[in-house]
């Protein structure tokens, strides 16, 4: 029996980041130990809506964008991957996103939107008031025009969570479940493990910080890890039968439709620290926003509210590879509102990295080196 003590990688948080990395490092033929505080799969990763949207999320065309895009492509392939060795279908769904403007303020958002879309080469249309309206019979008589991207899908996200650990789990990986990673330990220049809130040390030559929100939190690193939470607010209503097929995006408010019918409305976008609380003005903010998208929302039943932390950089993206200095230290973190979309492909090349396989120069502009005090 190996050691629990020792491994190829250790991993810090056990999200839908931590355990796609490990799933794939331990596919790659390396022992991985993933410390997780609590449950895997139930901070961030259970609380998003589990919306796969490039072309909703990036302002304008470069890396960001392309990095969302990627993410977005591998999704089926991976999705069939996971219920083959898992049994786990993570309900992907591929009936596009449209995004509607219902007030005249909301015309030039999606107008700017198109134009840069469209010059890009990206798959969008333009749809007028009855277009939309016929793609979905139960938006507002007051939506004005509406983008679909035919591209832009969906994920069970609280499937996905349990996917992942599964596969993990499946291909090796050990998980020390309820113990919290407080130290990074160092030979010289090189990251050698992490000690545990007991005391206890897990020696390892690669450690991976995939801890969501909280990845900045453990003593020892070289330098800050500039991620913040960023509390979003959601709830769910029961509307059956299934009143859309699409994702249904406006500037406020988003309703993301799941196969039995119930519609999750999100998102707020609130500064809170580590506190989460749905409150009234969440909730109201909320039902205010569906209810505009879709009034005959305003009469099904309030199903469930809950909220979660994003991992929040401050400038949106994600970071992700190698430590500059500390041989052996990864970053995965700071995926703020495309964690989701964007497991799969963290998985995959942070993954490949921990294998030996080369950091390819489109993930460059991710590095934590950006964010260097001059
Ligand atoms: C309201 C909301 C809506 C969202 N909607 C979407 C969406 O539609 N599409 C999308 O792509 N993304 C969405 N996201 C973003 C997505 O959920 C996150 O980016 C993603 O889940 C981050 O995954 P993670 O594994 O990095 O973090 P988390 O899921 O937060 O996991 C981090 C884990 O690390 C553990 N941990 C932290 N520190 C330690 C430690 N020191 N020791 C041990 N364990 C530790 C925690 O317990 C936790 O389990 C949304 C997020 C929110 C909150």
Not at 65 to 94: F, H, K, M, N, S
Not at 210 to 217: K, L, N, R, S, T
Not at 223 to 233: A, K, S
Not at 342 to 350: H, I, R
């Amino acid at each position: 029996m190996r050691d629990e003590r020792t491994a190829d990688v250790v991993i810090v948080g056990g999200g839908v980041i931590g355990c796609a990395i490990a799933r794939r490092a331990a596919r790659g033929g390396l022992s991985v130990v993933v410390v997780e505080r609590a449950t895997p799969g139930m901070e961030a990763s259970w609380a998003a809506a589990g919306m796969l949207s490039p072309l909703a999320e990036a302002n304008g065309p470069g890396p960001f964008l392309d990095l969302l895009v990627r993410g977005r492509e591998i999704y089926p392939d991976y999705a069939a991957a996971l219920r083959e060795e898992t049994g786990v279908d993570v309900c992907y769904a591929d009936a596009g996103t449209l995004f509607v403007a219902l007030r005249e303020e909301d015309d030039e958002e999606l107008c700017a939107r198109w134009r840069w879309q469209s010059a890009a080469g990206l798959a969008v249309e333009r749809l007028s008031a009855s277009e939309a309206r016929e793609a979905e019979p139960a938006l507002s008589p007051a939506v004005r025009m509406a983008l679909r991207f035919p591209g832009d899908h969906q994920v069970d996200n609280r499937a996905l969570g349990p996917a992942l650990w599964s596969a993990a789990a499946r291909a090796g990986v050990r998980f020390r479940l309820g113990e919290q990673a407080v130290r990074l330990l160092r030979a010289g220049n090189r990251a050698a493990g992490v000690e545990l809130a007991g005391g206890e040390r897990i020696h390892a030559g690669a450690v991976v910080l995939a801890g969501g929100a909280w990845a900045g939190m453990i003593e020892g690193l070289p330098r800050p890890v500039p991620v913040e939470p960023v509390h979003g607010q959601l709830l769910a209503l029961e509307a059956v039968p299934p009143m859309f097929r699409h994702v249904v995006d406006s500037p406020r408010c988003y309703l993301v439709p799941r196969a039995a019918g119930r519609v999750i409305a999100g998102a707020t976008v609130e500064s809170t620290g580590y506190r989460k609380a749905v409150t009234p003005w969440g909730v109201r903010r909320l039902i205010d926003g569906a209810v505009e998208i879709a009034p005959a929302l305003e009469h099904a039943p309030l199903a469930e509210t809950w909220s979660g932390l994003r991992p929040g950089t401050p400038d949106g993206f994600p970071i992700l590879g190698l430590d500059p200095e500390v041989e052996g230290l990864v970053y995965a973190t700071g995926h703020f509102r495309n964690g989701i979309l964007l497991a799969p492909l963290t998985g995959e090349t942070v993954g490949g990295l921990l294998c030996g396989e080369p950091w390819g120069a489109e993930m460059a502009p991710f590095g934590i080196e950006r964010f260097r005090e001059e």
